[in-house]
């Protein structure tokens, strides 16, 4: 007794569904996770372009008011527009300056923060290996920039964070950058 046809091995009926069947979820987990990590990869990207500008910026005054943080925060928040809630803005001067004892150290002059849960920078948060070479007196300005990332799905490798971006400038035309709380 028979229980398949004579041609069972050879018949190929179906086999372009069953290959299908088979590579469907793959194909679908290669397409969502390259839209997933573009996606990342571009708001990195638009987050470091919005530090470097917000940098640019700062490096060019020579006194900053409140309202020129605010401004400067408009500024972040307009040029992310796909990001509404979570950005954050720091913009800090630091000087390095003898500390008293023989030594240079780095210290905070002002720091200023717009945005949600983000602390001014304090001198425990300067870590010297990220800082440039700097002369004695010497000052500079660091904008940081949080922004929030919320991938489209959480299971292809890429959580939810916030993205830090620093940047570090000199002043451009000014010994220093000040801040006028008036």
């Known amino acids: 007794m028979k229980l398949f046809g004579k041609n069972f091995g050879n018949d190929e009926k179906g086999t372009i569904t ?4 088979i590579w469907l979820p793959f194909l679908l987990l290669w397409f969502v996770g390259t839209a997933v990590w573009f996606d990342a990869y571009r708001t990195r990207s638009h987050a470091a372009k919005v530090t470097y500008t917000i940098g ?12 020129d943080i605010d401004n400067l925060y408009a500024l972040e928040q307009r040029m992310l527009p796909r990001i ?10 630091v000087e390095y300056h003898d500390d008293g004892a023989g030594g240079l150290i780095h210290s905070v002059q002002w720091s200023q923060t717009r945005g949600s ?3 001014p920078m304090t001198d425990a948060d300067i ?5 440039p070479i ?4 010497e000052t500079v300005v660091i904008v940081d920039t949080y922004v929030p990332y919320i991938p489209m799905v959480d299971w292809v490798g ?3 964070k916030t993205l830090r971006t620093s940047v570090i ?3 451009r035309f000014y010994p220093s950058v000040t801040l006028d709380n008036g």
């Open 18 to 21: 069953i290959e299908f069947v």
């Open 56 to 67: 640019d910026l700062v490096s060019r005054s020579e006194i900053l008011t409140l309202s």
């Open 84 to 93: 509404s809630n979570g950005l954050g803005l720091r913009v800090t001067s």
């Open 117 to 119: 849960n983000i602390s």
């Open 127 to 131: 870590d010297p290996a990220e800082m």
């Open 134 to 137: 700097m002369s004695p007196l």
């Open 158 to 160: 890429i959580t939810s």
């Open 169 to 171: 400038n000199a002043p």
